[in-house]
Every structure is written in structure tokens, then in C-alpha cells.
């Protein structure tokens, strides 16, 4: 089911009048089906509803939010702390003068950044995210297609999206709103060429900072704009161990009350060189948190393994 568009009669007469349309959100209601919720409902930790957890499959109704970014360009560049000139020629020159429109077209105040977008998944009632009065779990994602897709284990990107998706039924089921939100930031928004790690956690982000010479390019300033668009003004369980997300959504205004890491028994044994190396540089944990000599002893499976 896609929503109908209210206003199409009078986009068709812009349209007509050689206006630009481009649509930037679409919203649809659908059927999740994964294969670890069916495990999920085996062991009990989903019991099926009818409503939001559909039957004995673990399959999910849900209702998606597809976005692509759009940029006022005078409120980017002031949220940077910059000038708009300045901006508009930083992206005219980082995108190797693709739109020459940012420095000759100073009246179009609107960009489109041709950057991945992102997914919003609401399980139960779209309403009652930005209703103060009920309860709001929620997972911050970003993409990995090695892990979210192929089901690779050398990362904790599948568990925690698996968890983030079963907390947040749970919440829903509960009369609380569930969500969860992917965006397109494959590794580290470095691609899966540049985002190179190594196989011991004393040098995982020393070896990709060595390819591309950053760390980490994920921008999370404008990160929380989709929350606002939601209006979400609180998050009672927040489905993330990472300290930007948070620190993102918490510098714009939205609370956090509570932070939830990933179970250990969810965490592949090859993908401790991963989470223990991020808990290690500020991601959250309520447990131990490794010195650098310790880390060392964090090795993955060897190439012939």
C-alpha cells in the first residue's frame, strides 16, 4: 500500500510549467520477513499478536518511511557555523563542479546532496512516535552490506539490527512505539574498499585511518533532522552503543533516558575485534572497558581459517 498524494492535480500543473518536481519521501505499509524472527518466536522471545508480530513466521507488519536528504542551504550553513558562500563552494568543489548552479544559482536555496538517504521501519501505531505520553525504542542505523545483507560475522552490524528491530516490536507490543531508522553510511561512510580494518582490535581503526586518513567519515550533525521530522522530542530506550549518535541527538534537544548495548551472547566470536576496539575509542558499555594492552590479545580467525 503506497499513501496516495493528495496534492499530484497541482504538482502535474507545476509540472507544466517546466518546475523541477522531485519526490524525496515515500511512505508505504508492508510485511517484514526475516529469517532470525522466526527463530525469535521459536524461542519465545517474540510471542505473535496478530497486530505488529503477525504469525509463528515472526512476520512483522510495518510501516516505512522512505527519505532522501534535502538541504536548505542558508540553515545548513548556519548550523556549521559557516557562511552560505562558503558552503556553496565547498560542495561546488568537492563535487568536482557537478552543480555549478551553488555558485551561479545563488536565488535556489534548496540542494539536493547526492549522498545515500534513509529508511525509517515504525512498528505499531506511526502516531504515537511523537506522543510524550508513551513509551519510544529506537535503532540508529547505519548500513553494512557485508553484515545486514550477507549475514558476515566479522562485525556485530546484523545482531544489533536484529536486536534493534525485536526490542522495538517488543515496545510497540507493549502500547509503546518501536522504530528504527537505516541510513545509507556504508562502512563508516567510507565504502567497503576504503573502511579496511584489522584483524586485532589494538589496530582496527589505525588501519583504516592508514588507507583513507580518517577514522571514521560518518557526519552525524545532521543525522537527527529525521527525528525532528518525526516528531520525536524523547527516546526512552535508545537501541546504540555508539557515543556520536548519541551525542548527536542529545546536542539537538531530544533526551535519551536510557542506552542499551548489544547482549554479548549476540556477538559473533569474530566480531569482538570490532566491538571491543569501538568500546574501547567511546562506544558505550555497562561493563569493562579494555586497556590498550589488552586489546592486543583481541585477534580474528587467521586468512587460512
Not at 127 to 136: A, F, I, Q
Not at 196 to 222: H, P, W
Not at 243 to 258: L, S, W
Request: with cysteine; net charge negative; hydrophobic share 40%.
Amino acid at each position: 500500500m503506497v499513501f496516495d498524494n493528495p496534492h499530484r492535480d497541482s504538482h502535474h500543473s507545476l509540472m507544466d510549467t517546466l518546475v523541477d518536481m522531485r519526490p524525496t519521501i515515500a511512505i508505504t505499509k508492508a510485511h517484514m520477513k526475516l529469517p532470525e524472527l522466526a527463530e525469535s518466536v521459536k524461542s519465545g522471545r517474540l510471542v505473535p499478536d496478530g497486530k505488529v508480530c503477525l504469525n509463528e513466521l515472526g512476520e512483522l507488519a510495518v510501516t516505512k518511511f522512505a527519505v532522501e536528504p534535502v538541504w536548505y542551504l542558508p540553515g545548513v550553513a548556519e548550523r556549521f557555523g559557516i557562511d552560505e558562500a562558503t558552503l556553496r563552494r565547498s560542495l561546488f568543489e568537492h563535487t568536482g563542479g557537478s552543480y555549478p548552479e551553488l555558485i551561479t544559482r545563488g536565488d535556489i536555496k534548496v540542494f539536493l546532496p547526492p549522498i545515500g538517504g534513509l529508511t525509517v521501519y515504525c512498528f505499531g501505531d506511526p502516531e504515537k512516535m511523537s506522543d510524550e505520553s508513551v513509551r519510544l525504542s529506537l535503532r540508529i542505523h547505519d548500513e553494512c552490506n557485508g553484515s545486514d545483507v550477507f549475514g558476515s560475522d566479522i562485525c556485530t552490524c546484523r545482531p544489533y539490527l536484529i536486536f534493534g528491530i525485536e526490542e522495538a516490536v517488543k515496545e510497540a507490543q507493549n502500547g509503546g512505539s518501536g522504530v528504527v531508522i537505516y541510513f545509507r553510511k556504508e562502512g563508516r561512510a567510507l565504502g567497503e574498499v576504503t573502511k579496511r580494518g584489522e584483524d586485532r582490535a589494538s589496530d582496527y581503526f589505525l588501519r583504516t585511518e592508514n588507507i583513507a586518513g580518517v577514522k571514521d567519515m560518518r557526519f552525524q550533525a545532521l543525522m537527527p533532522d529525521i527525528l525532528h521530522w518525526l516528531g520525536i522530542k524523547k527516546i526512552d530506550r535508545m537501541l546504540s552503543m555508539s557515543n556520536m549518535k548519541h551525542d548527536a541527538i542529545v546536542g539537538q534537544g531530544i533526551p535519551i533516558h536510557e542506552r542499551v548495548e548489544l547482549p554479548d551472547e549476540l556477538i559473533p566470536a569474530d566480531s569482538r575485534v570490532e566491538i571491543d576496539a569501538k568500546i574501547t575509542a567511546g562506544y558505550f558499555t555497562a561493563g569493562k572497558r579494555m586497556t590498550a594492552e589488552e586489546l592486543q590479545s583481541v585477534q580474528g580467525r587467521l586468512w587460512e581459517e
